[in-house]
């Protein structure tokens, strides 16, 4: 998937075009993508490839990923069309040997799936703290202009009050609970973001992003949103395997992307930022009954699964993000919930 749908290149035409990013930044720039194949990764990709080839920048991708079939099968299209686009193929788990200076790093590789969480904690502790060393060290000493870190709203943890949260406001985790291996690794991964920038001055910052979803989500994401999808889609009704009591904002994907860049250009260095649409602030309950109503026009209804194992999700938790100061930054957020997955439903089809 890439500009021959025209949703897509909408959206790419809304990256492009967005006033508070001066794409000039990047000339003749090198930059170091992880989590290349994942939504985000990949879509941060064809941002940068269609800025490129638009404006002539000469902007060099570097992606690590896991799997280079896989990523060459991906982006297919665009290594016809560019040359600006090289893999690497390995793990941030071992040092990262790349033979040119690094301008930009955008590290967006980390494990999202709660069954994967719960059931490789350790691996994910690992991938989350020494990737994040591992690309520290390989930056730290060189011409690095700039380090993003995508963080997850999970970094919270427990919030039992819809007050607005400002990044500083964190709540409980239980480290008994073996799922909050992933927010308490997105902790510390934002610590070594300050820690770096205290010590070595690299000039990093984390993103704390809400969930986010848009085209080129794959018809077939285990996540809840998704999941919502299909059962639009398909007219089948939709199972809650929790009370669907949590209540936060998502974001869509394009207004993700410029977030990250906007951070990445222009965030004041060792800080963090929340990236949300608060347009969207709603419990999973409400959205899947708003799925019903608005996006399966009342022909499918919400059913509660009691028997489900419940620890393998996070806690309800209230995650009304505040975006002050990433709007400090020029950064802006527009859109509705019926929006985003009115475009994300109408690309599922070119999904095979």
């Given at each position: 998937?890439?500009?021959?749908?025209?949703?897509?290149?909408?959206?790419?035409?809304?990256?492009l075009n967005v006033p508070f990013i001066q794409w000039s930044d990047f000339k003749n720039t090198n930059i170091l993508i992880t989590g290349g194949t994942g939504h985000i990764g990949s879509n941060i990709i064809n941002a940068l490839l269609y800025v490129d080839l638009k404006l002539n920048l000469n902007i060099n991708i570097y992606a690590v990923v896991r799997n280079l079939d896989k990523a060459q099968r991906m982006f297919q299209k665009q290594l016809e069309v560019s040359s600006n686009l090289h893999?690497?193929?390995?793990?941030?788990?071992?040092?990262i040997s790349i033979d040119k200076p690094i301008d930009y790093v955008i590290h967006?590789?980390?494990?999202?799936?709660?069954?994967?969480?719960?059931?490789?904690?350790?691996?994910?502790i690992y991938s989350g703290v020494i990737g994040m060393v591992n690309l520290i060290e390989m930056?730290?000493?060189?011409?690095?202009?700039?380090?993003?870190?995508?963080?997850?709203?999970?970094?919270?943890?427990?919030?039992?009050?819809?007050?607005?949260?400002t990044e500083n406001m964190l709540g409980y985790l239980d480290l008994?609970?073996?799922?909050?291996?992933?927010?308490?690794?997105?902790?510390?991964?934002?610590?070594?973001?300050?820690?770096?920038?205290?010590?070595?001055?690299?000039p990093a910052n984390s993103i704390r992003l809400a969930q986010?979803?848009?085209?080129?989500?794959?018809?077939?994401d285990s996540r809840v949103f998704a999941m919502m999808a299909r059962n639009a889609i398909n007219r089948e009704n939709i199972v809650l395997k929790t009370s669907g009591t949590s209540k936060?904002?998502?974001?869509?994907?394009?207004?993700?992307?410029?977030?990250?860049?906007?951070?990445?250009?222009?965030?004041?260095?060792g800080k963090v930022y929340n990236a949300a649409n608060p347009n969207t602030y709603c419990?999973?309950?409400?959205?899947?009954?708003?799925?019903?109503?608005e996006i399966a026009h009342s022909e499918i209804s919400v059913e509660f699964d009691r028997n489900s194992d419940v620890s393998i999700y996070p806690k309800p938790s209230f995650l009304n993000m505040d975006v002050a100061a990433l709007c400090s930054l020029g950064w802006t957020y527009s859109g509705t919930l019926k929006e985003m997955y009115e475009r994300m439903i109408s690309c599922m089809q070119y999904d095979n």
């Open positions: 998937m890439w500009i021959d749908i025209p949703i897509y290149k909408e959206d790419m035409d809304y990256i893999f690497y193929e390995g793990s941030i788990l071992h040092p967006c590789a980390s494990p999202t799936a709660s069954v994967e969480i719960n059931s490789r904690p350790l691996q994910v930056v730290k000493n060189g011409r690095c202009k700039g380090f993003v870190y995508l963080s997850s709203m999970e970094a919270y943890g427990e919030i039992t009050s819809e007050d607005t949260l008994q609970n073996v799922r909050n291996s992933y927010p308490e690794t997105k902790r510390m991964c934002e610590m070594l973001v300050k820690a770096a920038y205290t010590e070595y001055s690299l986010t979803f848009g085209p080129g989500i794959s018809k077939y936060h904002p998502y974001l869509y994907t394009p207004q993700a992307v410029t977030a990250i860049i906007c951070v990445l250009l222009y965030g004041e260095n419990s999973i309950q409400e959205m899947a009954q708003f799925v019903c109503s």
